[in-house]
């Protein structure tokens, strides 16, 4: 049995039933079966319909899944409370956007050979989808990662993170309630090894993961030939400070994106690089709100940060931060654990370039601010990591956003807002280490099915 916990306090949410190879084979053998049987295919209209019952179960269910996403996975309540409407919409938007799985006509008759032919292309599901998530969003990931599928017409398998599945089996059985025919999306709670044959298994066309790169690359390596895969991994998340930058403005943002969810977001606010002129304004101003920040149980609806999903996190945190302080980093605020489960949210003034805090994604509520004096150093030094997913530029000047936006290695630049800004119809993935593919319901979507072309030779064309 897997006992999900409190990553507040360690208590006991709920026991679920671990299943292993034999079920991970059964579940593959029923999506593939499905896949084959286009008796069984569900027509779009059917899609459309189910995926509009699921989102109004869901809206009466507002206050359970907030709960139940919050219990396990330590994101405060009212934050987790966004997520859930957040997930509602996002159920909308992928039925809405059934409708735009299109093809289009292909000139014929440009050459003499193409004389008499009309051609077309059509989109049809890609077939089985295999998903991984993570933890740190245990509702909406879910959604991104099987609703997806389900509206591109794909039989769906997902392994949610061991430490937060309820959220994950909440929604399947909302799934079934609203009339989605069994097997189409089928849940597995199980150990990774056991896990790995739903990357590695021919009857896989699609493989989507959210997590580590380090596991992401590995799983990746294991596809079987031809099977198609998006990887969301993680950042290090640069911003650039101008000097002309509105700093009342700014600082709540920063903050906010420094320290949502405890930075346990693969886009969090992490290295804020501030011209010299401003930046002990910039740094101090930010370090005075995270050290109002308040901090604790996440079911608590004051709680502004809450715990970090494991306590070796704490530890892992508080070894990095240590480490950059005792290489002469100034402390601003934090810096020391509260408890086996909480950190201090941390403002770090000037790190070295090699720290740990510098150069790997911290996950945790830790912020580094640099001082610069020319924009391109700044710039350089944000791109020299191998991570590269969403940045940020505050300024007033349109001629330095753009040269920001188009020198900073990112799929995301944002213009006077923090680097975690989303919503969940735009792109959104990480280039190089952080990632291959797109997500966005409909970029997703899109991913999840494959082109066929038809091309009719007629006398009378």
């Given at each position: 049995?897997?006992?999900?916990?409190?990553?507040?306090?360690?208590?006991?949410?709920?026991?679920?039933?671990?299943?292993?190879?034999?079920?991970?084979?059964?579940?593959?053998?029923?999506?593939?079966?499905?896949?084959?049987?286009?008796?069984?295919?569900?027509?779009?209209?059917?899609?459309?319909?189910?995926?509009?019952?699921?989102?109004?179960?869901?809206?009466?269910?507002?206050?359970?899944?907030?709960?139940?996403?919050?219990?396990?996975?330590?994101k405060p309540y009212v934050d987790s409370k966004v997520e859930v409407l957040r997930a509602i919409n996002g159920v909308k938007i992928a039925g809405e956007h059934i409708a735009q799985l299109k093809g289009e006509q292909i000139p014929m008759s440009l050459t003499k050979a193409s004389e008499n032919r009309?051609?077309?292309?059509?989109?049809?599901?890609?077939?089985?989808?295999?998903?991984?998530?993570?933890?740190?969003?245990?509702?909406?990931?879910?959604?991104?990662?099987?609703?997806?599928?389900?509206?591109?017409?794909?039989?769906?398998?997902?392994?949610?993170?061991?430490?937060?599945?309820?959220?994950?089996?909440?929604?399947?059985?909302?799934?079934?309630?609203?009339?989605?025919?069994?097997?189409?999306?089928?849940?597995?709670?199980?150990?990774?090894?056991?896990?790995?044959?739903?990357?590695?298994?021919?009857?896989?066309?699609y493989f989507s993961f959210i997590g580590s790169a380090k596991v992401g690359w590995y799983l990746r390596s294991k596809l079987s030939p031809g099977t198609r895969c998006a990887l969301e991994h993680g950042g290090s998340a640069p911003v650039i400070v101008e000097k002309d930058a509105n700093i009342d403005?700014?600082?709540?943002?920063?903050?906010?994106?420094?320290?949502?969810?405890?930075?346990?977001?693969?886009?969090?606010?992490?290295?804020?690089?501030?011209?010299?002129?401003?930046?002990?304004?910039?740094?101090?101003?930010?370090?005075?709100?995270?050290?109002?920040?308040?901090?604790?149980?996440?079911?608590?609806?004051?709680?502004?940060?809450?715990?970090?999903?494991?306590?070796?996190?704490?530890d892992r945190v508080e070894k990095w931060v240590s480490e950059a302080i005792e290489s002469g980093t100034e402390l601003l605020c934090g810096g020391k654990r509260i408890s086996d489960t909480c950190y201090q949210p941390t403002v770090l003034l000037n790190p070295p370039q090699d720290a740990l805090v510098?150069?790997?994604?911290?996950?945790?509520?830790?912020?580094?601010?640099?001082?610069?004096?020319?924009?391109?150093?700044?710039?350089?030094?944000?791109?020299?990591?191998?991570?590269?997913?969403?940045?940020?530029?505050?300024?007033?000047?349109?001629?330095?956003?753009?040269?920001?936006?188009?020198?900073?290695?990112?799929?995301?630049?944002?213009?006077?807002?923090?680097?975690?800004?989303?919503?969940?119809?735009?792109?959104?993935?990480?280039?190089?280490?952080?990632?291959?593919?797109?997500?966005?319901?409909?970029?997703?979507?899109?991913?999840?099915?494959?082109?066929?072309?038809?091309?009719?030779?007629?006398?009378?064309?």
């Open positions: 049995m897997l006992k999900v916990l409190s990553p507040y306090d360690l208590t006991l949410i709920k026991e679920v039933p671990l299943v292993g190879k034999e079920e991970v084979e059964k579940a593959l053998s029923v999506a593939y079966d499905l896949f084959q049987d286009r008796s069984k295919w569900i027509p779009a209209h059917e899609r459309i319909a189910i995926l509009e019952r699921t989102a109004e179960i869901m809206k009466t269910r507002i206050e359970e899944l907030t709960k139940i996403a919050a219990r396990e996975g330590g009309i051609a077309f292309t059509s989109r049809e599901p890609i077939g089985v989808v295999s998903s991984i998530s993570a933890f740190n969003h245990p509702l909406n990931l879910t959604i991104h990662q099987t609703v997806t599928a389900i509206a591109a017409g794909c039989p769906v398998i997902i392994k949610p993170a061991l430490t937060t599945p309820l959220s994950c089996l909440a929604f399947v059985d909302i799934l079934s309630q609203a009339g989605l025919p069994e097997g189409w999306c089928q849940a597995i709670i199980c150990e990774n090894d056991d896990a790995e044959q739903l990357v590695s298994d021919s009857r896989v066309n403005e700014m600082l709540p943002s920063l903050a906010k994106g420094a320290f949502y969810h405890a930075g346990q977001v693969c886009v969090s606010v992490q290295r804020v690089f501030v011209h010299e002129s401003i930046v002990d304004k910039v740094a101090n101003g930010l370090a005075n709100l995270a050290s109002k920040l308040v901090v604790g149980d996440q079911m608590d609806e004051k709680t502004e940060v809450g715990p970090l999903i494991l306590p070796r996190e704490v510098s150069t790997q994604e911290v996950f945790g509520p830790v912020v580094c601010v640099y001082s610069y004096s020319e924009r391109e150093k700044a710039i350089e030094i944000a791109n020299s990591l191998d991570v590269h997913f969403q940045a940020a530029v505050f300024t007033k000047d349109l001629d330095t956003a753009l040269d920001c936006v188009n020198k900073l290695n990112a799929t995301a630049v944002m213009v006077n807002d923090h680097t975690a800004f989303r919503v969940d119809w735009m792109p959104f993935g990480g280039r190089d280490a952080s990632g291959i593919g797109m997500g966005g319901i409909q970029y997703s979507m899109h991913e999840m099915t494959r082109e066929k072309l038809m091309v009719i030779k007629s006398k009378v064309l």
